[in-house]
């Protein structure tokens, strides 16, 4: 299954009843997508909350939550296990790309992002409402699937790998550190050996280029040799946009370090930081 779906064809999966959608949008500037979603989403959509469905045991944000919290608030949702989803974001291709990972890590297999998001739903003269549909409660069985994450332990050994390739989707301003971090307490920078392959590179008009382009933007970076593939950015949120484009040509085995540079950049760790390019 591809990792994209065209408005059309989710447009006849919904006549078809044979689809559940999920507006998955969020932003690092603290808009309120929620109130966003309330007003508008494609028919049947329900909201997936990027922050409360996440790990609380941390003070690091939005960490990828449980098998059981996952588990309890998709079937809460309406959604099992062996149904297709497809997820869109407001922005085209932003957190939705976070959401399709955190199902591949739970093992779910149809799912899906919208092309282009809202704003091609839209554009392809497609509804919206503000109808909030209430769904009814089902099982969702999770097949959690933990070589899809690394946390920082696993992390500092892959950078002794000769054959390891750490891809940093943030902008590359701040990986090179001249660009500040938006998060208090962390320093600028980025980790020894990881290159910058900022997200925006990989999208085009709201969605992934095309697959040829992706093969060949990850060829100049080696992912074909690579032996471990990491993804990150600044929360894990970017990171799941390379994760996804990766996984659109085949390479199906990369982590995502949930910690990002949330975690890596903290003042008070230890972690070794480089600046420059």
């Not at 069985?141 to 390891?164: M, Q, S, W, Y």
């Not at 709201?206 to 060949?216: Q, V, W």
């Not at 994760?243 to 070794?272: C, F, K, N, V």
């Amino acid at each position: 299954m591809t990792t994209q779906i065209e408005p059309s064809h989710l447009s006849k999966l919904m006549e078809n009843k044979a689809v559940k959608i999920l507006d998955g949008s969020w932003a690092l500037d603290g808009t309120d997508m929620q109130a966003l979603y309330r007003q508008a989403h494609t028919p049947s959509a329900q909201f997936f909350d990027l922050e409360s469905l996440s790990d609380h045991s941390t003070l690091l944000p939005h960490m990828a939550p449980s098998p059981a919290q996952f588990a309890e608030a998709i079937g809460k949702m309406g959604i099992s296990d062996t149904d297709h989803v497809v997820i869109y974001d407001r922005q085209g291709l932003f957190s939705a790309a976070r959401v399709w990972w955190t199902f591949k890590l739970m093992g779910h297999e149809k799912v899906q992002v919208l092309r282009g998001g809202l704003p091609a739903w839209q554009a392809a003269g497609f509804s919206v409402t503000d109808r909030v549909s209430t769904p009814v409660p089902t099982i969702y069985a999770p097949r959690h699937i933990p070589e899809k994450i690394i946390d920082i332990n696993d992390l500092r050994h892959t950078l002794k790998v000769p054959t390891g390739l750490i891809l940093d989707a943030r902008p590359r301003a701040r990986f090179e550190g001249t660009a500040p971090e938006p998060r208090a307490g962390l320093r600028s920078g980025h980790m020894p050996g990881s290159r910058s392959l900022p997200f925006g590179e990989l999208i085009r008009d709201g969605a992934l280029k095309p697959r040829g382009e992706l093969k060949a933007i990850f060829k100049t970076y080696g992912a074909e040799d690579a032996g471990t593939i990491v993804t990150t950015c600044g929360s894990g949120v970017t990171a799941a946009i390379i994760s996804m484009a990766l996984y659109e040509i085949g390479h199906t085995s990369a982590r995502l370090y949930d910690g990002s540079w949330a975690e890596w950049g903290q003042d008070t760790l230890d972690t070794p930081v480089v600046i420059g390019a």
